[in-house]
């Protein structure tokens, strides 16, 4: 598996036009935007298209980063994931969220892309990094000229992160003041495939503040092992990877300033959750529209499925499901733009987006019947991402206990 790996022929073309329609706001939840946020909307739907439908389902059969992509949502100043860099424009919220969506629209590997690259990666430096650090790597990034992974989760630590076990202690070598790190991490995004690791670890020892502390990690350092996790079914055209860290020494320079306990992790993480939840929308419209397209097509019984009461009643459930998603990240964004967005409103969004776009993806899995399951009808793959979108950056469960929390005054975590 390498970055350059040859560009092989696609699958086959599907038997039914299931192309996206331009437009689904049945009630006009985005009508709203200001026309920089629609232009920033339409040009990632055109680069989605033009550039990743065309050859996205073969990267995806074959298991392969398109690294061609990654170039070029770079040159369309995509890549940073809305985060700002000095000297590029700033985004609204509101035109990111459009943006995920847009982007999971087309896949949801392309758009995990931006949010690992961007969302993650990025934004910890921007947001934690010293202006050394910005300046050296922010510009970079959004380039595309190196690409970044985000270390949190560990084999034995997903949902209580927390409580991560990946260690980091003060020690110099050959006059080098720095850290050494020791640990695992795991499902870690471009983290066997990119140049730099955000690693966050505990820190340890008799100075130690037994903090999480985040730390920029090249990927070529001694002692760090990383493996492409393989056999999955979700995600597939981004590779995450399985990394160990041994006795690993990064100069002192390497330590975000900025991130010095887990509330550092949470603040990046809170960000993103965000667009977590606009690209569920993102899935469920494309399952949705692939079936509305379908029923139009598909004939059964001497007439088009869409002459059943039966599909019609889905139809309708599926668009309501679409449209109460739409109507609750429309509201939540606003009150991001506006800076009072808490992070249980946000863990909210999270819950109920992901919850309903597998609904919706069910349901157009099985309007499809048997054609459900090819790639060229498009609703396999979506249905398969979602598996992964429901549970990275914290499980449905977790969020359930994050709101839960906020109604009750009552913790309920283990």
């Not at 970044?148 to 006059?175: C, I, K």
Request: glycine share 10%; hydrophobic share 45%; aromatic share 8%.
């Amino acid at each position: 598996m390498t970055r350059n790996a040859p560009v092989m022929p696609g699958v086959t073309a599907p038997d039914y036009d299931v192309s996206q329609p331009l437009d689904l706001d049945y009630v006009g939840a985005f009508a709203d935007v200001t026309p920089e946020e629609r232009a920033h909307q339409l040009a990632v739907r055109e680069f989605v298209q033009e550039d990743v439908l065309p050859v996205i389902d073969g990267y995806w059969e074959r298991a392969e980063v398109p690294f061609d992509l990654v170039k070029k949502l770079a040159e369309r100043d995509f890549l940073r994931d809305g985060v700002d860099v000095p000297g590029r424009p700033s985004v609204s919220f509101m035109a990111e969220g459009l943006a995920s969506m847009e982007m999971s629209r087309g896949d949801g590997s392309v758009a995990t892309i931006c949010g690992v690259q961007g969302g993650l990666a990025l934004r910890s430096i921007v947001m934690h990094g010293s202006p050394e650090q910005i300046e050296q790597y922010a510009e970079p990034m959004a380039r595309g000229e190196i690409l970044g992974a985000f270390a949190l989760t560990e084999p034995t630590h997903g949902s209580d992160s927390v409580s991560l076990e990946t260690t980091a202690r003060r020690e110099t070598r050959d006059g080098v003041e720095g850290y050494v790190l020791d640990g695992e991490k795991k499902w870690i995004g471009f983290g066997s495939c990119g140049d730099i690791t955000v690693v966050w670890a505990r820190l340890v020892g008799d100075d130690g503040d037994n903090q999480v502390h985040g730390f920029i990690v090249p990927q070529d350092a001694p002692g760090y092992t990383a493996t492409t996790i393989e056999g999955k079914v979700s995600l597939r055209a981004i590779w995450q990877a399985h990394i160990v860290l041994d006795d690993v020494f990064v100069p002192a320079s390497a330590a975000l300033p900025g991130a010095t306990s887990f509330k550092a992790t949470a603040a990046v993480l809170f960000a993103t959750r965000l667009a977590v939840a606009w690209s569920a929308v993102g899935h469920a419209v494309a399952c949705y529209e692939a079936a509305a397209a379908y029923s139009t097509q598909r004939i059964q019984f001497g007439r088009p499925l869409a002459k059943n009461q039966m599909v019609q009643e889905r139809l309708t459930r599926m668009l309501s499901l679409v449209t109460q998603m739409q109507l609750l990240v429309a509201q939540i964004t606003r009150l991001a733009d506006a800076g009072t967005l808490t992070g249980e409103q946000a863990s909210l969004a999270k819950y109920t987006t992901t919850r309903q776009a597998r609904e919706v993806a069910s349901i157009a899995r099985d309007m499809l019947g048997g054609n459900g399951i090819l790639l060229g009808n498009r609703v396999a793959r979506h249905f398969a991402d979602l598996e992964a979108l429901h549970t990275y950056e914290g499980t449905e469960s977790m969020q359930a206990l994050i709101v839960g929390r906020d109604i009750t005054g009552v913790s309920a975590f283990a």
